[in-house]
């Protein structure tokens, strides 16, 4: 079995702590004779959000939602991941990772996870779901402590 990863998709939610962990996938990316990057974030649509419940159309705020996380992916991909390897997708983060992952050969996925106390507590619920659902290898990288060093 090799440890080479040729493609690592960074999953973000585009908080503060995206950095963190598009820096470790770029860290790994770089031991890995420069394998390709490509980083994405999921929206999930309104309508999940709001059980439908709302008598109204939707597509023009959930397009808003939209341009605004293109933009922020952007700002945290900065010159690290092409514009062509930036992703916002719509849909239920853990399916979307999986569903992209598989559809582009990656071999790596790479995602934030806040530490707490227990293995159910371990990551969120979006990370689980990565974890287990991925066909792929998963790291999860440790966000959100205060006084955490950047290693």
């Given amino acids: 079995m090799s440890n080479e990863y040729r493609h690592i998709l960074v999953a973000v939610d585009l908080t503060k702590d995206s950095h963190k962990v598009l820096e470790r996938a770029a860290q790994i990316a770089e031991r890995n004779q ?3 990057l490509s980083i994405m974030h999921t929206l999930e649509p309104l309508g999940f959000a709001y059980g ?5 159309d939707l597509t023009s ?3 808003q939602l939209d341009e605004h996380a ?5 700002e945290i991909a900065d010159d690290r991941v092409s514009r062509e390897n930036q992703h916002v997708l719509v849909g239920m983060p853990d ?3 999986h569903r992209f992952a598989e559809e582009n050969d990656v071999d790596l996925i790479v995602v934030g996870s806040h530490g707490r106390h227990g293995f159910a ?3 969120g619920s979006t ?3 990565v974890l287990h659902g ?7 990288v440790r966000v959100g402590k205060k006084g955490e060093s950047a290693e």
């Fill in 34 to 36: 420069g394998a390709k």
């Fill in 52 to 56: 439908g419940d709302i008598p109204m």
């Fill in 61 to 63: 705020i959930q397009d």
């Fill in 70 to 74: 293109k933009q922020r992916l952007a």
């Fill in 95 to 97: 399916t979307e990772i």
């Fill in 121 to 123: 507590l371990l990551l």
């Fill in 127 to 129: 990370s689980t779901g």
């Fill in 134 to 140: 991925a066909q792929c290898d998963v790291l999860a």
